[in-house]
């Protein structure tokens, strides 16, 4: 009979091999992401415990909305330094901070990021550079799911906490496929230092 060639029982041993391998490969990789998360979550919650105060404000670029919240939130707490990542130019950007009382040497403008992955990865070694364990995120409200999803792995890896300050705006959530694609871009670059964005021929002229 057919079931009892020897190269049947082969071809089943072989089968069952292979299924075994898939099985523990996959429960591997389950594992592996459970304790990486809970190795992340733990890193914040270390960060929040120890100072949980924010240090600073870091604004995400785009539109006209949020650098006038985070002026608003600076004027609050004068004691924190302000960090704009690829926001409004120069000129628009220091006029608001001006017209809310706060002095310009707080004001550190960054035009380096191109999307909001790199938001965080092009500043994250300098907040962390200046000792800041604890930051006010700033961003609109249809932004902040995917800013936060970036925030939890770019700030978490070194140890950053974050606290939302949402923006107010007239726009729909952004859709969850740009969470995952970032999710994923900010693993990427916790693995290999890159984001990905080179690999855009058109990259966004802002954060959002």
Wanted: hydrophobic fraction near 40%; proline fraction near 7%; aromatic fraction near 8%.
């Amino acid at each position: 009979m057919a079931d009892n060639h020897p190269d049947f029982k082969q071809r089943l041993i072989v089968a069952k091999l292979f299924q075994r391998l898939i099985f523990y490969t996959g429960a591997a990789a389950i594992f592996i992401s459970i304790a990486t998360v809970l190795a992340m979550q733990a890193k914040l919650m270390i960060a929040t415990h120890q100072y949980p105060q924010p240090q600073s404000i870091l604004v995400l670029g785009g539109g006209n909305t949020r650098e006038p919240v985070a002026a608003q939130l600076a004027s609050q707490h004068p004691n924190l330094d302000i960090w704009v990542s690829s926001g409004l130019m120069p000129p628009q950007a220091n006029e608001i901070f001006l017209t809310q009382n706060v002095s310009l040497t707080r004001v550190n403008l960054d035009y380096r990021a191109t999307d909001t992955v790199t938001n965080f990865t092009t500043l994250v070694n300098k907040l962390q550079a200046n000792d800041i364990r604890h930051i006010y995120l700033v961003t609109s409200d249809f932004h902040m799911q995917r800013s936060k999803a970036i925030a939890f792995w770019v700030l978490g890896s070194r140890g950053i906490a974050y606290t939302p300050v949402t923006v107010p705006s007239n726009q729909a959530p952004e859709p969850h496929h740009k969470i995952w694609r970032d999710t994923g871009r900010s693993l990427l670059w916790i693995l290999t230092g890159r984001t990905g964005s080179s690999l855009d021929p058109n990259p966004p002229a802002s954060s959002s």
